[in-house]
Every structure is written in C-alpha cells, then in structure tokens.
Nanobody
Framework: VQLVESGGGLVQPGGSLRLSCAAS????????MRWYRQASGKERELVAH????????KYADSVKGRFTISRDNAKKTVYLQMNSLKLEDTAVYYC?????????WGQGTEVTVSS
C-alpha cells in the first residue's frame, strides 16, 4: 500500500496550490479519502474528505470556500485544490485512506504560505 503526496511548496498569501495523492495497493474507489494537515507545534487536523464515488465532500470551517477536494478513481488519485491561501494554511499536508479497520497514510507534503 502506498500513498504518495506531491504539489506542496512555497506560495505567497492569496496564491494557489494543488496537492495530489497517488494511491496504490488497495481498492481506491472503496475508500473515503481525507486530507489532514499539521502545523508546527499543533495537532493534526482534518481538512477535507471525499466519499469513494466522489459525490460527497466535507470541509473544515477554516478552509470552506477556499479548498476543493476531488478524486479521479481511474487514476487512483485524490486532489486538494487550495485557493486564497493564508499564512495559517502553512502546514504539512497528509493524505489518508480509511475503510473499516484499514487506515493508510502518506508521508506528507509541506505547504508554506509566506510573503
């Protein structure tokens, strides 16, 4: 099982980034996919999740209206489009796949919002 995040980097406030998480080794379309983030010195927090079919999404209040989660089951990839980035969005972003007793994590991709 692998979850490999990419797309992080340094961006100015107000800018955009798109994170990707490529999955392998499990039936991707059967799993709810989530993006979490962890800022330095803080607990990991749930940013967004998407159902297996992609028809249901939910967001943390802090990112609602700015971030969009999506998935391409044919490519086994989940995305997080991040717009209007703020300083407080700086964190390591993690991809998570969970179903019943299975719980998989990626290694994380770092997002730094700075002027």
């Amino acid at each position: 099982v692998q979850l490999v995040e990419s797309g992080g980097g340094l961006v100015q406030p107000g800018g955009s980034l798109r994170l990707s998480c490529a999955a392998s080794g499990f039936p991707f379309s059967m799993y709810i996919m989530r993006w979490y983030r962890q800022a330095s010195g803080k607990e990991r927090e749930l940013v967004a999740h998407i159902s297996g079919g992609g028809g249901s999404t939910k967001y943390a209040d802090s990112v609602k209206g700015r971030f969009t989660i999506s998935r391409d089951n044919a490519k086994k990839t989940v995305y997080l489009q991040m717009n209007s980035l703020k300083l407080e969005d700086t964190a390591v972003y993690y991809c998570n796949a969970r179903r019943l007793a299975s719980d998989y994590w990626g290694q994380g991709t770092e997002v730094t919002v700075s002027s």
